[in-house]
């Protein structure tokens, strides 16, 4: 980690800053710790003392990435990953802020554990972290955990990870509750029972290689309850994680009915589909799972157009030994945070997506869903910045991810385009060289 704190300034770069609709070329100036300004002109001449002039020609600088659904092993299961390696791996990715899921042991679901979260990554990690705390206590699903108090400690939203509330009154009950609090509620929309045995995208490709299917209908009648609740207790609602066609129209449905509900996509789900399963690959078993090329298009024009709010990386490291199983009996996850926007910029390079558009959902969006003072280049902003080279051609090495856990869905996969500095807070945290 660098820790130089001289100001900086990035000349001569493409400047996307969807918070002020500004996409063109222009400098950046940062100085003890807060973006000092972002527009044309500024040049070496009107910048302070021993300024860093960072001579970014041909790159891009935007806001750091904020990234609203990762696990991170603290407390509890730090063999999976820790605040520290997490962090590395997402300053390599061009993440400045990790949302961290409550799924950790204890379970964050009282003002103790988020002060934890908090000291510990402040300690520890060279980004910003901040939890999501538990919906319901112990992530039972049985009773609302004290949404106002924990909040109030530090909580930037409300869920149980990648369980489903089944019951609809302890739903119903949060919501009302949280909407007191101005407090999001942050959904994973699968329905156990429906879910059942499944393993992967219901159809005749599970058929073909004879793995249990979950149905879309899972993700389906889960948010078609959930819009129900969110339009009975005006509450604000977050859908963790949508894959389907028809999760789509339940969302622009409700946005229609003037609803106050959002939507993220995991980078998973709009760059890879069922197919790429493959030979029983499980390193692409998720939760939820991928589904088919028609819903993955799906996904990505309805990100495009803004039904969708943000993309995110569901950073989720499994270790070795749930992983090297048969596809039916391994562990559902991937890691994403150091590759999340390299993948993303795939959609940018295929002419399915803008920048603007691309920047605004992993970043600005989060940062307004969630209230964080990040997402921008406006003056007098936290200096979370990073410059991306567009075009760079590389080749994923699974052994170069910093995190603990090599679970990559991308292991060997051709990129074009990283992240080659991270500023957080006016430090620089990464650098490719």
């Not at 899972?218 to 129900?228: F, G, K, Q, T, V």
Request: aromatic content about 4%; overall charge negative.
């Amino acid at each position: 980690m660098l820790t130089d704190r001289r100001p900086i300034l990035l000349a001569n770069a493409r400047v996307i800053d969807p918070s002020r609709d500004f996409d063109g070329p222009g400098d950046v100036l940062i100085a003890d710790g807060v973006i000092r300004d972002a527009k044309r002109g500024i040049g070496a001449a009107g910048v302070p003392e021993g300024t860093d002039i960072v001579n970014c020609a041909g790159k891009i600088v935007a806001p750091g990435l904020i990234d609203m659904r990762a696990f991170v092993g603290e407390p509890g299961a730090s063999h999976r990953e820790t605040f520290a390696s997490a962090s590395q791996a997402a300053a390599a990715g061009g993440i400045t802020t990790i949302i961290c899921q409550p799924d950790t042991s204890p379970v964050i679901d009282n003002s103790a554990t988020v002060d934890f979260v908090l000291r510990r990554a402040r300690d520890t990690a060279i980004v910003n972290i901040h939890p999501m705390a538990a919906l319901t206590k112990g992530m039972q699903g049985q009773e609302m955990t004290e949404i106002g108090l924990l909040k109030a400690a530090g909580a930037v939203a409300f869920t149980d990870g990648d369980r489903s509330v089944t019951n609809a009154q302890v739903m119903r009950r949060a919501l009302t509750y949280a909407r007191d609090f101005d407090a999001l509620i942050v959904h994973h929309t699968e329905d156990p029972h429906l879910v059942g045995e499944g393993v992967m995208n219901e159809g005749e490709f599970a058929t073909r290689l004879g793995l249990a299917g979950i149905p879309t209908a899972a993700e389906s009648i889960m948010l078609e309850r959930d819009m129900r609740l969110a339009g009975l207790t005006g509450g604000r609602y977050h859908a963790a994680s949508l894959t389907s066609t028809e999760s789509l129209e339940i969302l622009k449905r409700a946005r229609d009915n003037g609803l106050h509900v959002s939507a993220s996509v995991s980078i998973n789900h709009v760059t890879l589909n069922e197919n790429d399963i493959g030979p029983y690959r499980t390193f692409l078993k998720l939760a939820p799972p991928l589904r088919t090329e028609e819903d993955r298009k799906a996904l990505v024009a309805a990100l495009a157009s803004g039904l969708i709010d943000v993309v995110m990386s569901d950073h989720n490291p499994q270790d070795v030994e749930v992983k090297r199983l048969p596809f039916a009996e391994a562990a559902s996850g991937a890691v994403g945070l150091q590759t999340m926007l390299p993948a993303a910029l795939r959609l940018i390079h295929n002419g399915e997506m803008d920048f603007k558009t691309l920047i605004r959902a992993m970043s600005t969006r989060p940062a307004e869903l969630l209230g964080l003072p990040g997402g921008t280049l406006r003056a007098g902003a936290p200096a979370d910045v990073i410059v991306i080279d567009a075009d760079i051609p590389w080749v994923l090495d699974r052994d170069d991810l910093k995190s603990l856990c090599k679970n990559t869905p991308f292991d060997d996969a051709r990129f074009s385009g990283r992240v080659t500095r991270t500023i957080v807070g006016g430090r620089t945290v990464y650098e490719h060289v």
